[in-house]
């Protein structure tokens, strides 16, 4: 069963920095895109940012500049800096993983969601 589980969420001020880590377990082959989506409350989820196999990123147009996801294909691992944090960053942030279990086999995947809140 594959499975991620996200960490880093919490309460910053305005400005301030939070790293979101996702880790991927289970039988996994390979991963395709990894990706951090977020929905605050009553608001539509919404990707944020995308980082391709390839390395290729990219981002919704409120926080480039600001934040920077990264990949560790070796261990798994999808990564999301966020600087110059604003309150309207508030929300529950997702990972999502396109996940290959074998050569002909892709799952998709969600982490269970974390808390980010910038408020002063």
């Known amino acids: 069963q594959v499975q991620l589980v996200e960490s880093g969420g919490g309460l910053v001020q305005p400005g301030g920095s939070l790293r979101l880590s996702c880790a991927a377990s289970?039988?996994?082959?390979?991963?395709?895109?990894m990706a951090w989506h977020r929905q605050a409350p009553g608001k539509q989820r919404e990707l944020v940012a995308l980082?391709?196999?390839?390395?290729?990123?990219n981002y919704v147009d409120s926080v480039k500049g600001r934040f920077t996801i990264f990949r560790d294909s070796a261990k798994k691992v999808a990564s999301l800096q966020m600087n110059s944090l604003k309150p309207e960053d508030t929300a529950v942030y997702y990972c999502?993983?396109?996940?290959?279990?074998?050569?002909?086999?892709?799952?998709?995947?969600w982490g269970q969601g974390t808390q980010v809140t910038v408020s002063s």
């Open positions: 289970g039988s996994i082959f390979s991963i395709n895109d």
């Open positions: 980082i391709t196999s390839a390395g290729s990123t």
């Open positions: 999502y993983m396109e996940i290959k279990t074998s050569s002909v086999s892709i799952t998709y995947r």
